[in-house]
């Protein structure tokens, strides 16, 4: 570290700091300033109304039911990757990554033409008076889709990582494939697990351009948080689209804050870990 | 492989609580592993699989208890066809070469779960567990996780996890081999005298020979997928039925047409007719034994053992010159695998 000069170490930082700070930080601090510029009340009536309650209520029902979905189906589809050999595994693999790589706008055209009224599955639904877009089911659908990668993505490394042996173990001891599951594979996938349900959620949460174009944006009734900002944005009710922000904002905050405690805790266990390592006794072998 | 021998233990194996593979082939792909393999192990023995690398040693291994499905033949335990039984229904104690700890469970609970899984009380798994934490010697590492313990440690951890089910085999897929030297001497007559206490069947998988002759009664020696012979360590050392067999269990040089150990050669000053000459490239001393390593005529290198006593009468020196005899060696058929002569 020495042979970095001071000047360099302490433009480097002032560098990084600027660039976080006029990118992220300082356009976050600017939405509360501005909410809460003119007092409470207006905002609080904003975030309370009707539209604004049932936003925040899509939102969370839309996060409540893609996350464990696509979590179980994560990890599902990790293992069925990293333990099987199956023709046609590398094509699941790379469609996986479809959500990352494919505009959101995209994904929810593409829904919209698959279950929209004049669509293979969507007409036929529509017939029996099942309403996928323009209405909660298609809100639902596209944050699967969106958020779909995240568990798989981070369970597969860790699966690799850890290998079959105790797996092979477990068996041997007379566990079955579920015992095993239960016992032992999930709990040493569980942090990348974690990782994942926690990146899953605040892209579900914050979703808008699929669910944008399968919404109809109906307010009140298919409006979710980021909808309804855009929305009141548009129709000049800037206090209100500030304050959905807000909401926005912290759910995003206790994400991120619940990943870090997370963070901390598992590399907290390590640190104890090491730390009994040193005080232990001096490991006498036989 | 004698017969009379072979088969006194096959039904040895039958009649009590052996293992007995028959005919088992295992290909990988184009690649075949266990090759038409047969072999007998008798009951409460403990039983060495000696081979090099890619010679099936671990495939036999992980056939037997289950993790391996053989494309042809069959396995019997205790007399008991388990070919077709999931390996969770074999009920044989596996010991794995990485330890194959549960990282995220502390020593006690490692060694508890065959039993929790068994579903037996809380009780009785926690006596269960304090006398095999005792018999592994771990007393008061209970609560550690195994990142905490060392090497041999963890071993010692998984051989009591898998001996808490009372398996009714115990089979180690090279034990030692990720454990360095000194550890690895201390946990072989370690192991040696564990199985003097609890007898139960064991097969273990090495690819040291002298691991095998230290610890096993019998040795199964493996190249190729196939079985090349199996005896005890000393019919094996005395009596190879191979050229390999020769090469891999104990040292041995090629002397012209035969093979011969390095303690079987006599040196002399003067020829006698029957010796081959040869010059001393080097005098090691290795303590009590001489290593005189040697040069042929016709360029071949070699050394011969000595003991120190030898050395000194001889008054062996680097650079001389001297006469060569096997005082005994052996030869095989040209394809290497019937002993030909003794000389």
Known sequence: ??????????????????????????????????????????????????????????????????VP???????LCALMIVRDKFPGKSIINSLIDLPFAVSPVVIGLALFLVYGVDGFIGGPLDDMGIQIIFSTPGLVLATIFVSLPFVVREVVPVLQEIGDDQEQAASTLGANAWQTFWRVTLPSIRWGVTYGVVLASARALGEFGAVAVVSGRISGE????????????????????????????????????????????????EDEELGLQVVAQPAKEV | MSTSADEFAKVAAKASGGINVTGVTKRFGDFVALDDVSIDVPDGGLTALLGPSGSGKSTLLRVIAGLEQPDEGQVLISGENTTDRRVQDRNVGFVFQHYAAFKHMTVFDNIAFGLKIRGQGTGKIRERVKQLIELVHLQGFEKRFPNQLSGGQRQRMALARALAVEPKVLLLDEPFGALDAKVRQELRTWLRHLH?????????????????????????????????????????????????????????HRLGESWVRPHDVEIRHEPNGKTIEALIDRVVHLGFE?????????????????????????????????????????????DGTVPATVA
């Open chain 1, 1 to 66: 570290m020495s042979v970095v000069n001071p000047f360099a170490r302490y433009g480097m930082r002032f560098a990084a700091l600027l660039y976080l700070g006029l990118l992220l930080a300082i356009p976050l601090v600017m939405i509360f300033v501005k909410t809460f510029e003119d007092g409470f009340r207006e905002p609080l009536e904003a975030v309370t109304s009707e539209e604004g309650l049932h936003a925040f209520y899509l939102t969370l029902l839309c996060v409540g039911i893609a």
């Open chain 1, 69 to 75: 979905l696509n979590t179980i189906f994560g990890v």
């Open chain 1, 222 to 269: 298919t409006e979710t948080l980021p909808l309804l900002v855009q929305n009141e944005y548009d129709n000049f009710n800037v206090a209100g689209a500030y304050a959905a922000a807000i909401v926005l904002a912290i759910l995003a905050v206790l994400i991120l804050l619940s990943m870090n405690l997370l963070r901390r805790r598992s590399s907290g266990d």
């Open chain 2, 196 to 252: 003097d206490d609890v007898h139960v069947t064991t097969i273990f998988v090495t690819h040291d020979q002298e691991e095998a002759m230290e610890v096993a009664e019998q040795i199964i020696v493996m190249n190729d997928g196939r079985v090349e012979q199996s005896g005890g360590p000393r019919d094996l050392y005395e009596d190879p039925a191979s050229e390999f067999v020769m090469g891999f269990v104990g040292p041995a």
């Open chain 2, 290 to 334: 001489v290593r005189v390593e040697l040069t042929l005529q016709d360029g071949e290198t070699f050394s011969v053992q000595l003991t120190r006593e030898q050395v000194d009468e001889l008054e062996l020196k680097d650079g001389q010159i001297v006469f060569v005899r096997p005082k005994s060696s052996r030869t095989f058929s040209p």
